[in-house]
């Protein structure tokens, strides 16, 4: 029974609970309905929570659990000796899974699979014409585990959907048992209705625990394969298929912060200034419109600057800047990318700025004025200053954005991972690399692959370090003037 | 507190700003109307009258500080010295020098104490070392009474001060331009009885060397520290003389029952 | 003490209004250098993508023969298979040099293949599906429109020259010449391209095919994903921070981590899709559930944060009437709260997804980039099949070798914008109907 049908049938239930719950309380006090604690549709609600909401979280559990256990069972079956040397069991699993999926497929078309399974050059040639590539044949331990894991998977399935259904049918007797007229049933409903809003909210925090986790244990598996002081401290990125390459984050890690510290270059003198103009000098007519265009800017997706840097600011830098110079030859360059990421970064300094030279008060700029100050020297002396750990915490905001930034660096950096000072120079940053190690045919198992997630730690906690700083600087600035 | 108003009497005759025919717009609303105005050198001068009646408003106008609002609208003549301070010619930077002023609400700069006062000096170019800098600052904050409070800690923060030292803080900035004219408006309200008794003091030695003009809500505080008192009523100049007589013998029924409390 | 009229300025006066003046223009200059890379990245953007746009079509009279196309005569699909697209392309080139024989169009000096290199190589393909679908076309003469080939369709958009014509392998000056008297002759014309938002990819060598429809498809899927998730579990865990949640550790940490999401880089969230929806439940890659599964996550801390503001703008008064008249807490929020907080959460929501639709690198990860030819199902079982996205084919589109696919990429790009602007429009007139202050 597919999982559709199953949420249908749940569904189903769930109305039905609904509709007899509700009528129940109304017989239960023969259609008076001021004798009920609560008004009728109440009594309908919790039914219908009760029916639905403990099978959908059994299911969503069963799913979520199942792969980790029956994997499991099925590595077991693999035959240690079919392991190649100096890999780990994974690429097998892997192995195994993809057969096992090519087989529920061809079931789904009708073919018959039997046959193919005691013939595995012939389920090769079958799985292949249905669009799953088979490496090698697979050995007959692989089809065992295959079986077996399809058998259990069978099963495991089999027995979820009994488990929903009677988990649906027991919630939705209980919940009628208890329709009496002095059940209180709006404080069940919304006592249950709040652990719901507990439950989501709680998504934010699994999904933190999902990212640290998912980047720590294949970091950490990572760490296994390649010594993590050699990561750290390598200056040279040069992966080796297969393995055996030097991986060292120095030159990405130089590469970003380049990239970035062009970026802020750019972008923060431009917004700072606009920033400053807007909340300073701007009349409501000119500022009621360049805001929002500024802020356009931050609208438009990065993949957009990304085709910006490869076509028409990569060429125009080298061919006016960077070949006449006799500094290069590549249209991508850190300059492209930095260039670009500026105009990008533009709008986070600028509104964040203009927030926070509003809200300094305007008694200060009053005080300075009445002295016979000018309006500039009333900014830069007076304003700026008082709003100077705001503007810290912008810089550091967009700071973060240009570090974590892809798909302009992926467009316009390049892709060789190099130590220079020549802007005109490709070089590549963290980012590109997480993309190009995690995209394409790689395996899962060897260090050029798992890198990527030694990367993606890097970045989360460079960047998270980041924020943090940024917001709590910026809180405490708001209280100051609260 | 020794009763001012026995020993009141006016120095000198010297008219240092003088309006006529002042009018001034916020918008569509004029907000004051046809005020005609002396007021005279080293002399209190004070506005009093109901909320809204624009006495702060007409304040503002005299250094140009309603330049700063789009949408107000000043004609008439206001004169210092008997240049027209809203000649084109007149640059609002030059003439706010002159005019300083201090406000409701103490809004010393989140910088040090000698910053505070040395602000001034430093952007109008007045000293050419730190070493006259350093004495404008010290006899600045002498002369609002503040140098023996404050004199150990000239690099703390002047947001760091109590309320009245604030203000005082204040004062000390706006006298370290040597202006001509003081304005303060209504510079005791945010402040407790104590620190308004010696900012009344202070206010009353500075009419030694500047003309200070005051808007106050407070009566009692006009007639205290005042001279001459003006008193304003919807836009309107009512009735302008010696505060004694304003206090004593209004000669306008309307300032009689604002005086009595009937207004206001 | 004497001073100086107030109608002279002295000299300092003058220098420091002269920094006033440079003071304001370094603003006014940082302003309309934001507003001109903003203009000059759409010029950039629309002069090389509106192309995209136009077309240029062959259309000529094509006998399909029965004798090269079914030679069994039994007009079966199955048997009918066996003529490939190679026939069917000489079955083209025939017909079109018929066509420019019949207009007195001289093609002497056509190298080989210079005719076929004419017509895209996506055309045969397309008229080959054509006759499968419906054998009895067998025999009849029927006006055919093709694509005209990539080389082609740039001279017209000024992309291929008869100078880089003449050291391009894959057309001659003499083609172009061709290509020029054929649209006198009116046999090639240049009009709207609705195949650009309707069909699949093409291979690297076919710019002139390719198309948008299975990205706009996908990304449409995710967007529906992000909507029914994020939306609902935005909300309430708004409501739940924003009127129940009692202030504690607990909730502070919640609070601080949604900040911090809202921040962290999206490639990250891409990484966190691999490892945990891709590698650990098993989900495939390339489908749009994946895709809007890691995009929810994304949005999640962009919904709550407007949402929240949107609670937060509600004045305490309503929730003490309501509470006052005895409605309980969760009454009050769903029967009064909510509702009035609803336009400024749609808004939030609206901005949230538009930023989702453009999002590329976390899709990069997940396989999205994958070369997709056949249009998923219908939902939900086609949130399961492999599809492109928007910006993902953008991307693909970049790394492509053949310059036409530029003018694509483009062109996408439009089409993207065209997007995010109708909803960021809808987001704006939401705003400002419903717009409350208090």
Same mark, same amino acid.
């Not at chain 3, 920094?19 to 940082?30: M, N, V």
């Given at each position: 029974?597919?999982?559709?049908?199953?949420?249908?049938?749940?569904?189903?239930?769930?109305?039905?609970?609904?509709?007899?719950?509700?009528?129940?309380?109304?017989?239960?006090?023969?259609?008076?309905?001021?004798?009920?604690?609560?008004?009728?549709?109440?009594?309908?609600?919790?039914?219908?929570?009760?029916?639905?909401? $403990?099978?959908?979280?059994?299911?969503?559990?069963?799913?979520?659990?199942? $792969?980790?256990?029956?994997?499991?069972?099925?590595?077991?079956?693999?035959?240690?000796?079919?392991?190649?040397?100096?890999?780990?069991?994974?690429?097998?699993?892997?192995?195994?899974?993809?057969?096992?999926?090519?087989?529920?497929?061809?079931?789904?078309?009708?073919?018959?699979?039997?046959?193919?399974?005691?013939?595995?050059?012939?389920?090769?040639?079958?799985?292949?014409?249905?669009?799953?590539?088979?490496?090698?044949?697979?050995?007959?331990?692989?089809?065992?585990?295959?079986?077996?894991?399809?058998?259990?998977?069978?099963?495991?399935?089999?027995?979820?959907?009994?488990?929903?259904?009677?988990?649906?049918?027991?919630?939705?007797?209980?919940?009628?048992?208890?329709?009496?007229?002095?059940?209180?049933?709006?404080?069940?409903?919304?006592?249950?209705?709040?652990?719901?809003?507990?439950?989501?909210?709680?998504?934010?925090?699994?999904?933190?625990?999902?990212?640290?986790?998912?980047?720590?244990?294949?970091?950490?598996?990572?760490?296994?394969?390649?010594?993590?002081?050699?990561?750290?401290?390598?200056?040279?990125?040069?992966?080796?298929?297969?393995?055996?390459?030097?991986?060292?984050?120095?030159?990405?890690?130089?590469?970003?912060?380049?990239?970035?510290?062009?970026?802020?270059?750019?972008?923060?003198?431009?917004?700072?200034?606009?920033?400053?103009?807007?909340?300073?000098?701007?009349?409501?007519?000119?500022?009621?419109?360049?805001?929002?265009?500024?802020?356009?800017?931050?609208?438009? $997706?990065?993949?957009?600057?990304?085709?910006?840097?490869?076509?028409?600011?990569?060429?125009?830098?080298?061919?006016?800047?960077?070949?006449?110079?006799?500094?290069?030859?590549?249209?991508?360059?850190?300059?492209?990318?930095?260039?670009?990421?500026?105009?990008?970064?533009?709008?986070?300094?600028?509104?964040?700025?203009?927030?926070?030279?509003?809200?300094?008060?305007?008694?200060?700029?009053?005080?300075?004025?009445?002295?016979?100050?000018? $309006?500039?020297?009333?900014?830069?002396?007076?304003?700026?200053?008082?709003?100077?750990?705001?503007?810290?915490?912008?810089?550091?905001?967009?700071?973060?954005?240009?570090?974590?930034?892809?798909?302009?660096?992926?467009?316009?950096?390049?892709?060789?991972?190099?130590?220079?000072?020549?802007?005109?120079?490709?070089?590549?940053?963290?980012?590109?690399?997480?993309?190009?190690?995690?995209?394409?045919?790689?395996?899962?198992?060897?260090?050029?692959?798992?890198?990527?997630?030694?990367?993606?730690?890097?970045?989360?906690?460079?960047?998270?370090?980041?924020?943090?700083?940024?917001?709590?600087?910026?809180?405490?600035?708001?209280?100051?003037?609260? | 507190?020794?009763?001012?108003?026995?020993?009141?009497?006016?120095?000198?005759?010297?008219?240092?700003?003088?309006?006529?025919?002042?009018?001034?717009?916020?918008?569509?609303?004029?907000?004051?109307?046809?005020? @005609?105005?002396?007021?005279?050198?080293?002399?209190?001068?004070?506005?009093?009258?109901?909320?809204?009646?624009?006495?702060?408003?007409?304040?503002?106008?005299?250094?140009?500080?309603?330049?700063?609002?789009?949408?107000?609208?000043?004609?008439?003549?206001?004169?210092?010295?008997?240049?027209?301070?809203? @000649?084109?010619?007149?640059?609002?930077?030059?003439?706010?020098?002159?005019?300083?002023?201090?406000?409701?609400?103490?809004?010393?700069?989140?910088?040090?104490?000698? @910053?505070?006062?040395?602000?001034?000096?430093?952007?109008?170019?007045?000293?050419?070392?730190?070493?006259?800098?350093?004495?404008?600052?010290?006899?600045?904050?002498?002369?609002?009474?503040?140098?023996?409070?404050?004199?150990?800690?000239?690099?703390?923060?002047?947001?760091?001060?109590?309320?009245?030292?604030?203000?005082?803080?204040?004062?000390?900035?706006?006298?370290?331009?040597?202006?001509?004219?003081?304005?303060?408006?209504?510079?005791?309200?945010?402040?407790?009885?104590?620190?308004?008794?010696?900012?009344?003091?202070?206010?009353?030695?500075?009419?030694?060397?500047?003309?200070?003009?005051?808007?106050?809500?407070?009566?009692?505080?006009?007639?205290?520290?005042?001279?001459?008192?003006?008193?304003?009523?919807?836009?309107?100049?009512?009735?302008?003389?010696?505060?004694?007589?304003?206090?004593?013998?209004?000669? @306008?029924?309307?300032?009689?029952?604002?005086?009595?409390?009937?207004?206001? | 003490?004497?001073?100086?009229?107030?109608?002279?300025?002295?000299?300092?006066?003058?220098?420091?209004?002269?920094?006033?003046?440079?003071?304001?223009?370094?603003?006014?200059?940082?302003?309309?250098?934001?507003?001109?890379?903003?203009?000059?990245?759409?010029?950039?953007?629309?002069?090389?993508?509106?192309?995209?746009?136009?077309?240029?079509?062959?259309?000529?009279?094509?006998?399909?023969?029965?004798?090269?196309?079914?030679?069994?005569?039994?007009?079966?699909?199955?048997?009918?298979?066996?003529?490939?697209?190679?026939?069917?392309?000489?079955?083209?080139?025939?017909?079109?040099?018929?066509?420019?024989?019949?207009?007195?169009?001289?093609?002497?000096?056509?190298?080989?293949?210079?005719?076929?290199?004419?017509?895209?190589?996506?055309?045969?393909?397309?008229?080959?599906?054509?006759?499968?679908?419906?054998?009895?076309?067998?025999?009849?003469?029927?006006?055919?429109?093709?694509?005209?080939?990539?080389?082609?369709?740039?001279?017209?958009?000024?992309?291929?020259?008869?100078?880089?014509?003449?050291?391009?392998?894959?057309?001659?000056?003499?083609?172009?010449?061709?290509?020029?008297?054929?649209?006198?002759?009116?046999?090639?014309?240049?009009?709207?391209?609705?195949?650009?938002?309707?069909?699949?990819?093409?291979?690297?060598?076919?710019?002139?095919?390719?198309?948008?429809?299975?990205?706009?498809?996908?990304?449409?899927?995710?967007?529906?994903?992000?909507?029914?998730?994020?939306?609902?579990?935005?909300?309430?865990?708004?409501?739940?921070?924003?009127?129940?949640?009692?202030?504690?550790?607990?909730?502070?940490?919640?609070?601080?981590?949604?900040?911090?999401?809202?921040?962290?880089?999206?490639?990250?969230?891409?990484?966190?899709?691999?490892?945990?929806?891709?590698?650990?439940?098993?989900?495939?890659?390339?489908?749009?559930?994946?895709?809007?599964?890691?995009?929810?996550?994304?949005?999640?801390?962009?919904?709550?944060?407007?949402?929240?503001?949107?609670?937060?703008?509600?004045?305490?008064?309503?929730?003490?009437?309501?509470?006052?008249?005895?409605?309980?807490?969760?009454?009050?929020?769903?029967?009064?709260?909510?509702?009035?907080?609803?336009?400024?959460?749609?808004?939030?929501?609206?901005?949230?997804?538009?930023?989702?639709?453009?999002?590329?690198?976390?899709?990069?990860?997940?396989?999205?980039?994958?070369?997709?030819?056949?249009?998923?199902?219908?939902?939900?079982?086609?949130?399961?099949?492999?599809?492109?996205?928007?910006?993902?084919?953008?991307?693909?589109?970049?790394?492509?070798?053949?310059?036409?696919?530029?003018?694509?990429?483009?062109?996408?790009?439009?089409?993207?914008?065209?997007?995010?602007?109708?909803?960021?429009?809808?987001?704006?007139?939401?705003?400002?109907?419903?717009?409350?202050?208090?």
């Amino acid at each position: 029974m597919s999982i559709g049908l199953l949420s249908l049938i749940i569904l189903v239930l769930t109305l039905v609970g609904y509709v007899v719950g509700k009528s129940r309380a109304i017989a239960s006090v023969a259609g008076d309905i001021r004798k009920l604690h609560s008004l009728p549709p109440f009594y309908g609600r919790i039914t219908a929570l009760l029916t639905a909401v $403990p099978a959908f979280l059994l299911i969503i559990g069963w799913l979520l659990a199942e $792969p980790l256990v029956l994997e499991n069972r099925a590595l077991a079956l693999i035959d240690p000796a079919e392991i190649p040397q100096g890999q780990s069991a994974d690429l097998v699993m892997s192995d195994v899974r993809r057969v096992a999926a090519g087989l529920d497929l061809l079931e789904t078309r009708g073919e018959a699979i039997a046959p193919l399974i005691a013939a595995p050059d012939q389920l090769k040639q079958a799985m292949n014409a249905a669009g799953i590539v088979l490496q090698t044949e697979p050995t007959p331990s692989t089809l065992a585990a295959t079986a077996a894991l399809r058998s259990a998977k069978a099963t495991s399935r089999l027995a979820m959907v009994v488990a929903a259904i009677a988990l649906t049918l027991g919630g939705l007797a209980w919940g009628l048992s208890r329709i009496k007229p002095e059940f209180r049933a709006r404080n069940a409903t919304e006592g249950f209705a709040m652990w719901l809003l507990i439950g989501c909210s709680l998504i934010a925090v699994l999904t933190t625990v999902g990212i640290v986790a998912s980047l720590l244990v294949e970091s950490l598996h990572f760490f296994r394969l390649y010594p993590i002081t050699e990561f750290l401290f390598s200056t040279q990125w040069a992966p080796k298929f297969g393995g055996g390459g030097t991986l060292g984050i120095v030159p990405l890690l130089w590469g970003t912060l380049y990239v970035s510290a062009i970026a802020l270059l750019v972008a923060v003198p431009i917004g700072l200034l606009s920033a400053i103009y807007l909340a300073e000098y701007a009349s409501r007519a000119t500022r009621s419109w360049v805001k929002p265009a500024i802020e356009v800017l931050a609208g438009i $997706p990065t993949i957009v600057y990304g085709l910006f840097a490869l076509i028409t600011v990569g060429p125009l830098l080298r061919d006016y800047f960077a070949q006449p110079l006799g500094l290069g030859n590549s249209s991508s360059s850190v300059l492209t990318a930095g260039l670009v990421m500026g105009i990008m970064v533009i709008p986070f300094v600028s509104s964040l700025s203009d927030d926070i030279i509003n809200a300094v008060p305007q008694s200060l700029r009053d005080g300075s004025l009445g002295l016979g100050a000018t $309006p500039s020297e009333t900014i830069r002396q007076v304003v700026l200053p008082a709003a100077l750990p705001g503007i810290v915490g912008a810089v550091l905001l967009a700071a973060s954005r240009a570090i974590g930034e892809t798909m302009i660096v992926v467009m316009g950096a390049g892709a060789a991972a190099r130590l220079s000072l020549n802007p005109f120079d490709a070089m590549t940053t963290v980012t590109v690399k997480i993309v190009s190690q995690l995209t394409g045919d790689t395996e899962f198992a060897s260090p050029e692959t798992l890198v990527a997630f030694a990367l993606g730690l890097t970045l989360f906690v460079l960047t998270l370090c980041l924020n943090i700083l940024a917001l709590m600087i910026v809180r405490k600035y708001r209280e100051q003037y609260e | 507190m020794k009763d001012q108003r026995l020993e009141s009497r006016v120095d000198t005759q010297t008219i240092k700003i003088q309006a006529r025919g002042a009018q001034v717009y916020y918008g569509t609303n004029h907000a004051i109307k046809d005020v @005609d105005v002396d007021i005279l050198d080293k002399t209190v001068t004070a506005f009093i009258g109901p909320s809204g009646c624009g006495k702060s408003t007409f304040l503002r106008c005299l250094n140009r500080m309603n330049d700063t609002i789009a949408s107000c609208r000043v004609e008439g003549k206001i004169t210092l010295d008997d240049e027209d301070i809203y @000649d084109p010619r007149v640059d609002p930077v030059q003439l706010r020098a002159r005019i300083g002023m201090v406000f409701q609400k103490p809004n010393p700069f989140p910088k040090s104490i000698y @910053d505070n006062v040395a602000y001034g000096p430093k952007i109008h170019g007045l000293t050419r070392n730190k070493a006259e800098l350093d004495a404008i600052v010290e006899s600045c904050l002498r002369k609002a009474a503040l140098w023996n409070e404050v004199k150990d800690r000239l690099a703390a923060p002047g947001t760091g001060l109590s309320g009245g030292q604030q203000q005082r803080l204040c004062i000390a900035r706006a006298i370290a331009t040597s202006p001509e004219v003081l304005l303060m408006d209504e510079p005791c309200s945010a402040l407790d009885p104590i620190a308004t008794a010696q900012v009344e003091e202070l206010i009353d030695e500075l009419r030694s060397q500047f003309s200070v003009v005051i808007v106050t809500h407070s009566m009692q505080q006009a007639a205290r520290v005042s001279q001459r008192t003006a008193f304003f009523h919807l836009g309107n100049l009512v009735e302008y003389g010696e505060t004694g007589q304003i206090f004593t013998n209004p000669i @306008d029924p309307r300032t009689e029952s604002y005086i009595s409390g009937r207004i206001g | 003490m004497t001073r100086a009229s107030l109608f002279a300025q002295d000299k300092r006066t003058r220098a420091r209004n002269a920094t006033e003046k440079r003071f304001r223009a370094y603003g006014l200059t940082a302003i309309v250098l934001a507003l001109l890379a903003l203009l000059w990245l759409l010029i950039s953007i629309f002069g090389n993508g509106l192309p995209a746009f136009k077309q240029t079509f062959l259309t000529f009279p094509v006998t399909l023969e029965e004798s090269v196309l079914d030679k069994s005569g039994t007009r079966d699909p199955a048997v009918m298979a066996k003529a490939t697209t190679i026939t069917y392309g000489k079955v083209l080139t025939k017909a079109l040099e018929a066509e420019a024989t019949a207009k007195g169009i001289d093609l002497s000096a056509l190298k080989k293949k210079g005719l076929a290199n004419l017509i895209s190589e996506e055309s045969p393909a397309t008229l080959r599906n054509m006759v499968l679908a419906d054998p009895s076309l067998i025999g009849q003469t029927i006006r055919f429109t093709a694509l005209a080939g990539g080389r082609v369709d740039g001279y017209y958009k000024g992309r291929v020259t008869l100078e880089t014509a003449a050291l391009d392998k894959n057309t001659s000056p003499e083609q172009l010449a061709v290509a020029d008297k054929l649209k006198e002759a009116g046999v090639l014309t240049i009009s709207l391209n609705s195949g650009f938002v309707t069909m699949p990819d093409a291979s690297d060598k076919r710019p002139e095919a390719a198309g948008l429809g299975i990205a706009i498809i996908g990304s449409l899927y995710m967007m529906a994903v992000v909507l029914v998730l994020a939306l609902p579990i935005g909300v309430a865990a708004s409501v739940y921070l924003e009127e129940f949640a009692p202030k504690n550790r607990f909730t502070d940490l919640i609070e601080v981590n949604i900040a911090n999401l809202a921040a962290v880089p999206s490639i990250v969230y891409g990484i966190l899709g691999l490892a945990i929806f891709i590698n650990m439940v098993g989900l495939p890659t390339s489908a749009p559930i994946v895709g809007g599964l890691v995009l929810t996550l994304m949005t999640l801390p962009r919904i709550i944060i407007p949402t929240r503001a949107a609670l937060k703008a509600v004045p305490p008064s309503i929730r003490d009437a309501a509470l006052g008249i005895g409605a309980s807490r969760l009454q009050t929020v769903t029967h009064h709260v909510l509702p009035l907080a609803m336009p400024g959460i749609l808004t939030g929501t609206i901005i949230g997804l538009a930023q989702a639709l453009g999002e590329t690198a976390p899709l990069l990860l997940i396989g999205m980039v994958a070369f997709v030819r056949d249009f998923p199902g219908a939902p939900p079982s086609g949130l399961f099949d492999p599809a492109a996205a928007l910006p993902v084919q953008i991307y693909n589109w970049t790394t492509r070798g053949d310059p036409g696919f530029v003018e694509r990429a483009s062109g996408a790009i439009i089409v993207l914008l065209i997007f995010l602007i109708a909803m960021n429009a809808v987001a704006i007139y939401l705003r400002r109907k419903f717009e409350r202050r208090w």
